[in-house]
């Protein structure tokens, strides 16, 4: 129970290490980071549509439906390399997913908080219900500015790995204190 316990908060730690670092190059290259994500969808699909178009060519049967669809995955690749804010504008629904679910778990684990008896757990309750207020908001949001939204979602992003790592540290610190409780109650009954 204990392993598992710790092997959640390792991955909340690293969860929320790689977000204030996703939020810092959002924050201060948002327009970079949105063309170059549309450009990169745009190329995937432009990979997968001549890859199924070969395959289908070099298939014993007639496969004129496989090479349909894989060139209209292959044009739709092109128009988003070429136009890739198409692409972007969905970022802040992604984003906001990503912090409504974050939030859940600061909530979550605010409550193992309080079942540890950590001081103040009812803070870390507020910092889930910030982030998934945060996320709805980048849901709702999403069809705005995009370079704005992006920088806005960089914040978010810093916020919610900074509160995830806090949150971790209370939890951390109020079980070693009741670990330290137990030892020392079994020391003592030892006597």
Request: glycine share 8%.
């Given at each position: 129970?204990?392993?598992?316990?710790?092997?959640?908060?390792?991955?909340?730690?690293?969860?929320?290490?790689?977000?204030?670092?996703?939020?810092?190059?959002?924050?201060?290259?948002?327009?970079?980071?949105?063309?170059?994500i549309?450009?990169?969808?745009?190329?995937?699909?432009?990979?997968?549509?001549?890859?199924?178009?070969?395959?289908?060519?070099?298939?014993?049967?007639?496969?004129?439906?496989?090479?349909?669809?894989?060139?209209?995955?292959?044009?739709?690749?092109?128009?988003?390399?070429?136009?890739?804010?198409?692409?972007?504008s969905?970022?802040?629904?992604?984003?906001?997913?990503?912090?409504?679910?974050?939030?859940?778990?600061?909530?979550?684990?605010?409550?193992?908080?309080?079942?540890?008896?950590?001081?103040?757990?009812g803070?870390?309750?507020?910092?889930?219900?910030?982030?998934?207020?945060?996320?709805?908001?980048?849901?709702?949001?999403?069809?705005?500015?995009?370079?704005?939204?992006?920088?806005?979602?960089?914040?978010?992003?810093?916020?919610?790995?900074?509160?995830?790592?806090?949150?971790?540290?209370?939890?951390?610190?109020?079980?070693?204190?009741?670990d330290?409780?137990?030892?020392?109650?079994?020391?003592?009954?030892?006597?």
């Amino acid at each position: 129970m204990f392993d598992k316990i710790k092997e959640l908060k390792l991955n909340i730690t690293l969860s929320a290490v790689v977000m204030v670092v996703l939020g810092v190059v959002l924050l201060f290259w948002p327009a970079s980071v949105s063309l170059m994500i549309g450009k990169v969808v745009g190329a995937l699909l432009i990979a997968t549509g001549a890859i199924q178009i070969v395959g289908n060519l070099m298939a014993d049967s007639n496969r004129t439906m496989g090479l349909i669809v894989a060139a209209i995955i292959l044009v739709f690749g092109i128009y988003i390399f070429v136009n890739p804010g198409i692409v972007v504008s969905v970022i802040p629904i992604i984003f906001g997913m990503i912090l409504v679910v974050h939030g859940v778990q600061d909530i979550a684990m605010a409550f193992e908080g309080r079942s540890y008896q950590a001081p103040r757990w009812g803070v870390s309750i507020v910092f889930g219900i910030v982030n998934i207020i945060l996320g709805l908001l980048c849901i709702a949001c999403a069809f705005g500015i995009i370079n704005m939204i992006i920088s806005i979602i960089g914040i978010m992003l810093i916020y919610d790995g900074i509160t995830d790592m806090l949150i971790v540290h209370r939890v951390n610190k109020a079980s070693r204190y009741v670990d330290s409780e137990i030892l020392h109650e079994e020391d003592i009954d030892e006597f």
